[in-house]
């Protein structure tokens, strides 16, 4: 049996430790974002097509998960991180789209309905005195991710299960234990699908990680506690055909406090390590160093002829996004925070570690989940802040290509959908949401991948603003 007795002392602490936060003005420019979607979601409804038409082929659901509710009156969230999960649907199919949108319907979010005000305690929240919090399931907010398995919807989250939800109504069915002495233990929102199906997953308590590996219908295979010995946030990794890749940045929780981003210490002074691990065997590991840096997310990896790992990341300097400025996006303007830098970490087999800057800022990254773990090209970011730009990188032969949407526009993330009967990975549309500021809306946009400047092929507007999201999935027709 696997011990929890760390990662749920630490669940409670924060219960124990939590005090009512001071409630948002919510005037910044992220506000519009950062608002309450309908308490009851969105109906499937229309959205109305106001450029191009839908390309031939393009059938399915477009999934998107983030924090879709933050305040009761004078009661709100600390952090963007912390909201409500709120999937939406953008589904297409002959030639239209619809949208609809629903709550994760969790024990935390059922609880702060009833009393009206945010209780629990999350990663940059405080919550009240003496929240009920006996598990990390209790203050799971399933607002990070989703993923299709066993032909359901799961709502992914950073420290606890997966939800189960139904794709085609977002109907919550519960969440979705693995083993019961694995109930509530972490299981990131970034899994990763081998082209065969198989699912692998970690999730990160202390200075522990569990590895899961799961079949293509979501059943477990097989689960194992590794020490990285770090504490180091970790929100993203990547695999390779043999190789599991573990980044271990500075940013370290070495302190218990409420809420639990301020028990974390940025070590300027400490390397950026990689743990890379044989998917065969967990014993068999190395270990590389880089200049300190902050990431979110990695793209993808991939190994050449002679061993060499390579894999995608958006760098960024420091922490100061996670600890200020998604704090601040709910309060006022408290000034933009750079975009990360988009670039190709190159692990050599003889121990040597490379940074490899591409000068393309954004976030979201995005590969063809077709190749996850294999050689490829391409990667798809997404800058909502300084530029709004959607922009393509080929590490291959250094080209990129761009679309400027333009002020007003908040661009997330993209994703690959590939073409039917292709294989290329330029044969594939790019598939992702603006919100639009201007006219108060959110919208659905296609590019094709050859050619993402000559701007996007079809695109769909709904009648309101839905809250921003963290990242999606794609269900084929």
């Known amino acids: 049996m696997i011990a929890r007795r760390e990662l749920l002392a630490g669940a409670a602490a924060a219960g124990a430790l939590a005090a009512a936060p001071a409630a948002f003005a919510s005037e910044s420019p992220w506000g519009l974002g950062v608002e309450n979607a309908p308490v009851d979601g969105y109906a499937p409804a229309a959205m109305r097509r106001v450029h191009g038409r839908a390309p031939r082929g393009l059938e399915g659901s477009l999934y998107r998960n983030g924090p879709g509710w933050f305040r009761y009156g004078?009661?709100?969230?600390?952090?963007?991180?912390d909201g409500d999960g709120f999937i939406q649907r953008f589904a297409i199919a002959d030639g239209q789209a619809r949208h609809s949108g629903k709550f994760a319907d969790t024990l935390k979010r059922r609880i702060e309905q009833q009393r009206q005000e945010i209780v629990f305690p999350g990663f940059g929240t405080r919550g009240v005195r003496g929240a009920p919090v006996q598990s990390p399931d209790d203050i799971n907010a399933a607002n990070t991710s989703v993923m299709m398995a066993g032909g359901e919807l799961w709502a992914l989250w950073e420290g606890g299960s997966p939800t189960r939800m139904n794709p085609e109504t977002l109907e919550t069915i519960g969440i979705r234990p693995f083993r019961e002495d694995l109930a509530a233990m972490p299981f990131t929102a970034h899994p990763?699908?081998?082209?065969?199906?198989?699912?692998?997953?970690?999730?990160?308590?202390?200075?522990?990680?569990?590895?899961?590996?799961?079949?293509?219908?979501?059943?477990?295979?097989?689960?194992?506690?590794?020490?990285v010995g770090s504490r180091s946030y970790l929100h993203d990794w990547a695999v390779t055909e043999r190789h599991l890749i573990i980044p271990l940045q500075p940013w370290v929780h070495d302190r218990m406090t409420a809420p639990m981003v301020d028990g974390y210490t940025w070590h300027g002074d400490q390397p950026f390590r990689i743990v890379v691990l044989d998917?065969?065997?967990?014993?068999?590991?190395?270990?590389?160093?880089l200049p300190a840096m902050f990431y979110f997310h990695t793209g993808d990896a991939w190994e050449d002829s002679d061993g060499t790992i390579r894999f995608d990341l958006c760098a960024s300097p420091n922490a100061h996004f996670v600890t200020e400025q998604a704090r601040t996006m709910l309060q006022q303007d408290g000034g933009e925070t750079p975009s990360a830098e988009l670039a190709l970490a190159v692990l050599h087999p003889?121990?040597?570690?490379?940074?490899?800057?591409?000068?393309?800022?954004?976030?979201f990254p995005q590969t063809d989940r077709r190749r996850q773990g294999l050689a490829r090209d391409l990667v798809v970011i997404a800058n909502d802040r300084e530029v709004s730009t959607l922009g393509?990188?080929?590490?291959?032969?250094?080209?990129?290509?761009?679309?400027?949407?333009?002020?007003g526009q908040m661009v997330?993330?993209?994703?690959?959908?590939?073409?039917?009967?292709?294989?290329?990975?330029?044969?594939?549309?790019?598939?992702?949401?603006?919100?639009?500021?201007?006219?108060?809306?959110?919208?659905?946009?296609?590019?094709?991948?050859?050619?993402?400047?000559?701007?996007?092929?079809?695109?769909?507007?709904?009648?309101?603003?839905?809250?921003?999201?963290?990242?999606?999935?794609?269900?084929?027709?």
């Open 74 to 81: 004078a009661s709100s969230t600390g952090h963007w991180f």
């Open 192 to 227: 990763k699908v081998e082209p065969n199906g198989r699912i692998w997953n970690i999730g990160a308590y202390g200075q522990r990680v569990i590895i899961w590996r799961l079949a293509a219908n979501g059943v477990l295979e097989d689960a194992q506690v590794i020490d």
């Open 279 to 289: 998917k065969n065997d967990y014993s068999n590991r190395r270990t590389y160093e």
């Open 350 to 363: 003889d121990g040597r570690a490379e940074l490899q800057r591409s000068g393309i800022h954004g976030e």
């Open 392 to 407: 393509l990188m080929n590490w291959r032969t250094g080209a990129s290509d761009s679309y400027r949407f333009g002020a």
């Open 412 to 477: 997330q993330e993209h994703l690959f959908v590939p073409k039917p009967g292709a294989s290329g990975e330029r044969e594939s549309w790019l598939v992702g949401v603006t919100l639009n500021e201007r006219e108060r809306a959110t919208e659905v946009h296609v590019f094709d991948a050859a050619s993402i400047s000559d701007g996007s092929v079809v695109t769909w507007r709904s009648r309101y603003a839905a809250p921003l999201g963290f990242h999606g999935t794609w269900r084929g027709a």
